[in-house]
T-cell receptor, first 115, second 114 residues
Framework: AQSVTQLGSHVSVSEGALVLLRCNYS??????LFWYVQYPNKGLQLLLK??????LVKGINGFEAEFKKSETSFHLTKPSAHMSDAAEYFC?????????????FGPGTSLSVIP | ETGVTQSPTHLIKTRGQQVTLRCSSQ?????VSWYQQALGQGPQFIFQ???????GRGNFPPRFSGLQFPNYSSELNVNALELDDSALYLC?????????????FGPGTRLTVL
């Protein structure tokens, strides 16, 4: 079964600094991979997704992620953190079932941005 | 085009009671997935409905059940509530069941079981 690990349940960065959120998945077959953001008391919003096209995926709000098959990783980065980036971030991977693709989420990383 | 909506926003129940949560999918979407998000954790897949049929299920007991209606809106029903059922319940709609299809999430229903 698929699983997702996110190293660091909480990450703090200074405003303007690099954001790096780590995600590793367990599958030997490249699946679909996602990063979602969740603001307080809100649902999840898709930041970006990997669907076996380019390994460097660009998303909304200046975020990007690189798929590395050899490392089974899909880390999320942003060159310069903004105060509005403070939120919970979830990495997710799909697991192929007979009639659908199940989405499995990691435990999340809470990002704080220090002014 | 309207987004995914959920009702109610918050709900407080006591152990042993039953609850029904509702989700209106985004226009044109025929698939609804339900997730349970406990405090401080990632969402856990409960089940998925596709064209009014349950299409897949996660590791949740049968007291978690659902429905999808002809307009593709959906309900999540939980019987015999337990304290551990306290969580944020999210629904997500998509066009089709492929993982490639983007899921659009509603704001969630916060359920508290006392």
């Amino acid at each position: 079964a698929q699983s997702v690990t996110q190293l660091g349940s909480h990450v703090s960065v200074s405003e303007g600094a690099l954001v790096l959120l780590r995600c590793n998945y367990s599958s030997s077959v490249p699946p679909y991979l996602f990063w979602y953001v969740q603001y307080p008391n809100k649902g999840l919003q898709l930041l970006l997704k990997y669907t076996s096209a380019a390994t460097l995926v660009k998303g909304i709000n200046g975020f990007e992620a690189e798929f590395k098959k050899s490392e089974t990783s899909f880390h999320l980065t942003k060159p310069s953190a903004h105060m509005s980036d403070a939120a919970e971030y979830f990495c997710a991977v799909t697991e192929m079932k007979t009639s659908y693709d199940k989405v499995i989420f990691g435990p999340g990383t809470s990002l704080s941005v220090i002014p | 085009e309207t987004g995914v909506t959920q009702s109610p926003t918050h709900l407080i129940k006591t152990r042993g009671q039953q609850v029904t949560l509702r989700c209106s999918s985004q226009s044109g979407h025929n698939t609804v997935s339900w997730y349970q998000q406990a405090l401080g954790q990632g969402p856990q897949f409960i089940f998925q409905y596709y064209r009014e049929e349950e299409n897949g299920r996660g590791n949740f007991p049968p007291r978690f059940s659902g429905l999808q209606f002809p307009n593709y809106s959906s309900e999540l029903n939980v019987n015999a509530l337990e304290l551990d059922d306290s969580a944020l319940y999210l629904c997500a709609s998509s066009l089709g069941t492929s993982g490639r299809a983007e899921q659009f999430f509603g704001p969630g229903t916060r359920l508290t079981v006392l």
